[in-house]
C-alpha cells in the first residue's frame, strides 16, 4: 500500500498538471488517464493494489542484475539561523534574480567569492561551507532553529554547471579506499582538510561546479517531507531520483538488489518505486537513486549505498517502451 500511496501522490500532481520543480519528460496520456483513474480508487489491501498496476502497467526491463546504478540520497536535518552569528556562517543562497538570463552562470568558486552577491541573499545561515555543500548535493534539507521551529529547504534552482563526485575524486586520488568510502567519511575527510581558501577541504569542494539555491518554506512544511523534482513530497524507500531527460514522473519502477539498506550487512532490497525526483548526478536509463527519508540514520545508510542492481519500469499498457 505505500507504493500505492506514493504512486497518488504523483497522480495527484499528473492530473491536476501541477508544475515540477525540475521540468521532466512530459507524463504521455497513456500515464495521465491512469493517474486519474488511481485517484479514484481507495485500496484496503495489498492485493487490490497489486491488481491496479497488473491491470494498467507492462514491465520492461531496463537493466540486468548487474547494469544498472543503484544510490541512496536522503534529507539533512541541520541547524541553522535566519541571521548570521559567531556560530553560524555559511550561507545558503536564495534564486538568483538573473539567473536564466546570464549566461554561463557563474560556477562554485566565482559564487562564493562574491560574483552574484547583488542579485541574491542568504535564506539561512548553516554552521560551516560543508554542511551547505551537503545540503545542495542532497538537494533538500530540513533547518532546526534555536527555537525548536523546523522549516523546510526547497530547491529552487541551480547556476547550471556539471555535477562533479567529489568523493570519487578522492577516490582516484588514493585518499580514501572505494570501500571505506561513505558520506560519513567525505565530510570528515573534508572537514580535517580545512574549508577556507587556500586548503584542501575547500579545493575539493569547489572542483564541483554546480551549485543549487534554495528557497526557505514555511514551519509547517518540515513535517510534511523532502519535496522532490516532480515538486510533491517524496515517501522514505518508496520514491527515487531518475534521469529526467529519459523518464517522467510518476512511472513504477521494480528494483531488485543487494542492498545495506536495512544494517551495515547487504540484504535483499525487492521493491517497488516510484519516480518522483531527479539529480544532475543522476544520468542514463539504468540510474536510481534512493530516497531514505530525513536524518543522520537515513544519511548513514544512504552514503553506503552504491550497487549493481536490476531496473525494471512499469510502461502503461498499450505504450511503446521509449
Known amino acids: 500500500m505505500e507504493a500505492f500511496g506514493a504512486f497518488r501522490r504523483s497522480c495527484a500532481a499528473i492530473a491536476g498538471k501541477l508544475p515540477p520543480l525540475r521540468p521532466a519528460v512530459p507524463a504521455p496520456p497513456a500515464l495521465r488517464s491512469i493517474a486519474r483513474e488511481a485517484l479514484a480508487q481507495e485500496f484496503s489491501t495489498v492485493e487490490d493494489a497489486r491488481r491496479f498496476f497488473e491491470a494498467h502497467f507492462r514491465p520492461w526491463r531496463v537493466a540486468g542484475p548487474d547494469q544498472a546504478l543503484l544510490t541512496g540520497y536522503y534529507e539533512p536535518v541541520v541547524e541553522g539561523s535566519l541571521v548570521r552569528t559567531e556560530d553560524f556562517t555559511a ?143 517524496l515517501t522514505a524507500l518508496r520514491s527515487i531520483a531518475v534521469d529526467r531527460s529519459i523518464w517522467s514522473y510518476g512511472l513504477p519502477f521494480w528494483l531488485s538488489a543487494d542492498l545495506p539498506w536495512q544494517g551495515k550487512q547487504p540484504s535483499p532490497f525487492r521493491r517497488l518505486m516510484i519516480a518522483q525526483d531527479t539529480g544532475s548526478a543522476i544520468t542514463g536509463r539504468a540510474r536510481c537513486d534512493i530516497f531514505f527519508g530525513p536524518g543522520d540514520d537515513a544519511g548513514a545508510r544512504a552514503g553506503d549505498i552504491r550497487h549493481a542492481g536490476e531496473v525494471v519500469v512499469l510502461v502503461p499498457a498499450g505504450q511503446a517502451p521509449p
Open 91 to 233: 550561507p545558503i543562497l536564495a534564486r538568483p534574480d538573473n539567473l536564466t538570463s546570464l549566461s554561463p552562470f557563474p560556477d562554485r568558486a566565482a559564487i562564493e567569492a562574491g560574483a552574484i552577491d547583488a542579485g541574491t541573499a542568504p535564506v539561512v545561515w548553516l554552521r560551516d561551507r560543508a554542511e551547505v555543500f551537503f545540503v545542495q548535493v542532497q538537494g533538500s534539507a530540513r533547518v532546526r532553529f534555536a527555537d525548536g521551529r523546523m522549516a523546510p529547504l526547497i530547491y529552487a534552482g541551480r547556476n547550471g554547471h556539471p555535477y562533479t563526485s567529489i568523493g570519487r575524486i578522492l577516490i582516484e586520488s588514493g585518499e580514501i579506499s572505494e570501500a571505506e568510502m561513505s558520506l560519513a567519511a567525505l565530510k570528515q575527510w573534508i572537514r580535517a582538510h580545512g574549508q577556507s581558501p587556500g586548503t584542501e577541504g575547500f579545493a575539493l569542494m569547489q572542483r564541483n561546479k554546480s551549485y543549487v539555491f534554495f528557497r526557505l518554506g514555511e514551519a509547517g512544511e518540515a513535517s510534511d517531507g523532502a519535496i522532490g523534482g516532480q515538486g510533491i513530497c
